[in-house]
């Protein structure tokens, strides 16, 4: 018997449903490879971060959905509707964004490495806030705002020297980072100090992102207190109040079975807690606080279909299933090694004895979806097979490698379904070529 990574997907008399709707169905109306998204939980992701925000935060504190865990212009008024802010990182967000009217006072814009087009596009368009990484990207930012005559609110972004996965309290690995400026080096006081002399820089505070898929316990509350500490220190040094700090984003979603599952209500009821202790030891006042989720909000509702074309037995060695998509739709097992739960769309009641691994259509051997998936016995071209929790960094990550088609997005809600990107065809590929 199958097992679900998460409660939007069910079994129906050996059928695979997927936000209450026949997957086998959805993959006949709109063609495979497919990919799925539930609409109703991405709201509900939302709502377990605008809720936990209104309960623990000070006013004004807001998450932001990380734009590049999935990013087209339906996903937009979903996450303005649920009072979330929108955090992107290149011009193709920004105005994917913009074209979808999300109003950009709620938009901060991230990067290592922007542009003088991204910057003088976004002041344009006057994005909310700049998360700046360094300084030549500082003075860029005063030099246009200058010109536009305002003054521009930024965040500088710090690495807090926190190692994510370790354990370890300072793993100085993370202060050597493309990312931000270390508080660790002095850097990140040097850089606070060259903000405050720029008349056209509005600094309200701090951002940091320690990393993804994170479900180490404590990393969002040692950052914090990194944090609040350097805001602490700094107004001392500098008589700078912060208003703002920023998290980011990295709460862990569930891919198979075996993960755990995050608490993440409660989790961020525990950082606020510490929040509050650290603020008050300080003596500073409680700055707004943000975070960027992405995965967490988008990964378990989405799923990908694909249709099964070869399946291949090598007596003595392995089974392949080699379905119409593969990498260039799905390319994090290629890259990470991801896991995945993988699923046959039919007779799921059955048992599920032939394991093989779920292969793409690329010409690379490395273009695997998974290396051992349970299907049932006979499975064969024409049959469904549909992989979980693909909702976040997979449509986002896409290529056109071996010049394959991207898939449709299909969004679901209450029993309906609607194209919200249509499928690539040769022609759309073919544009841009002279
Ligand atoms: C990737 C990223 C995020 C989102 O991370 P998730 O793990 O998808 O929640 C948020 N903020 C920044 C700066 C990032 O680089």
Same mark, same amino acid.
């Given at each position: 018997m199958a097992k679900f990574p998460c409660n939007n997907i069910e079994e129906r008399d050996g059928d695979l449903y997927f936000a209450g709707q026949s997957v086998e169905k959805l993959a006949k109306q709109y063609g495979t490879p497919l990919y799925l998204m539930d609409e109703d939980r991405i709201r509900h992701n939302c709502r377990v971060?605008?809720?936990?925000?209104?309960?623990?935060?000070?006013?004004?504190?807001?998450?932001?959905?990380?734009?590049?865990?999935?990013?087209? *212009?339906? +996903?937009?008024?979903?996450?303005?509707?649920?009072?979330?802010?929108?955090?992107?990182?290149?011009?193709?967000?920004?105005?994917?964004?913009?074209?979808?009217?999300?109003?950009?006072?709620?938009?901060?814009?991230?990067?290592?490495?922007?542009?003088?087009?991204? +910057?003088?596009?976004?002041?344009?368009?006057?994005? !909310?806030?700049?998360?700046?990484?360094?300084?030549?990207?500082?003075?860029?930012?005063?030099?246009?705002?200058? *010109?536009r005559g305002i003054k521009q609110k930024i965040l500088l972004r710090l690495t807090p020297g926190i190692d994510p996965h370790t354990y370890a309290a300072v793993a100085t690995g993370l202060v050597d980072s493309k990312f931000g400026s270390a508080i660790e080096t002095g850097q990140a006081e040097e850089l606070t100090k060259v903000a405050l002399t720029l008349p056209h820089i509005d600094l309200h505070g701090f951002h940091c992102h320690v990393g993804s898929q994170v479900f180490a316990e404590d990393v969002f509350e040692r950052a914090a207190v990194v944090m609040l500490t350097f805001c602490a220190e700094m107004q001392k040094k500098t008589g700078f109040v912060t208003r703002e700090v920023d998290l980011? !984003? $990295?709460?862990?979603?569930?891919?198979?079975?075996?993960?755990?599952?995050?608490?993440?209500?409660?989790? +961020?009821?525990?950082?606020?807690?510490?929040?509050?202790?650290?603020?008050?030891?300080?003596?500073?006042?409680?700055?707004?606080?943000?975070?960027?989720? $992405?995965?967490?909000?988008?990964?378990?509702? $989405?799923?990908?279909?694909?249709?099964?074309?070869?399946?291949?037995?090598?007596?003595?060695?392995? #089974?392949?299933?080699?379905?119409?998509? !593969?990498?260039?739709? #799905?390319?994090?097992?290629?890259?990470?090694?991801?896991?995945?739960?993988?699923?046959?769309?039919?007779?799921?009641?059955?048992?599920l004895p032939f394991i093989a691994a779920l292969v793409g259509r690329c010409c690379e051997s490395g273009d695997m979806i998974q290396p051992d998936i349970a299907f049932p016995e006979g499975i064969k071209r024409g049959d469904l097979v549909a992989t979980c929790t693909t909702g976040a960094y997979?449509?986002?990550?896409?290529?056109?490698?071996?010049?394959?088609?991207?898939?449709?997005?299909?969004m679901l809600k209450d029993g309906a379904s609607r194209i919200v990107v249509r499928r690539q065809t040769a022609e759309d590929l073919l544009s841009l070529d002279e």
């Open positions: 971060y605008t809720e936990a925000f209104a309960k623990h935060f000070v006013k004004g504190s807001r998450p932001y959905f990380a734009s590049k865990a999935c990013c087209f *212009k339906a +996903i937009y008024p979903i996450i303005e509707s649920e009072d979330m802010g929108a955090d992107v990182v290149s011009l193709g967000e920004l105005l994917t964004a913009k074209a979808a009217h999300f109003p950009m006072e709620r938009v901060c814009f991230h990067g290592n490495s922007k542009t003088d087009e991204d +910057i003088t596009i976004a002041l344009d368009l006057a994005v !909310g806030c700049i998360v700046v990484d360094n300084a030549e990207e500082l003075y860029v930012i005063d030099r246009e705002a200058k *010109k980011g !984003g $990295g709460y862990g979603v569930r891919y198979v079975e075996s993960d755990p599952s995050v608490d993440i209500a409660s989790r +961020i009821g525990e950082v606020a807690a510490v929040i509050h202790k650290t603020c008050k030891e300080l003596g500073i006042a409680e700055p707004i606080i943000g975070m960027e989720p $992405g995965r967490s909000i988008v990964a378990d509702a $989405g799923m990908t279909v694909y249709t099964v074309q070869t399946v291949k037995k090598i007596p003595g060695y392995k #089974n392949y299933v080699a379905m119409d998509g !593969g990498m260039a739709d #799905n390319p994090r097992f290629a890259l990470y090694g991801s896991k995945y739960t993988c699923l046959p769309v039919k007779n799921l009641d059955k048992p997979n449509f986002s990550m896409s290529s056109n490698y071996n010049r394959l088609y991207r898939p449709a997005v299909v």
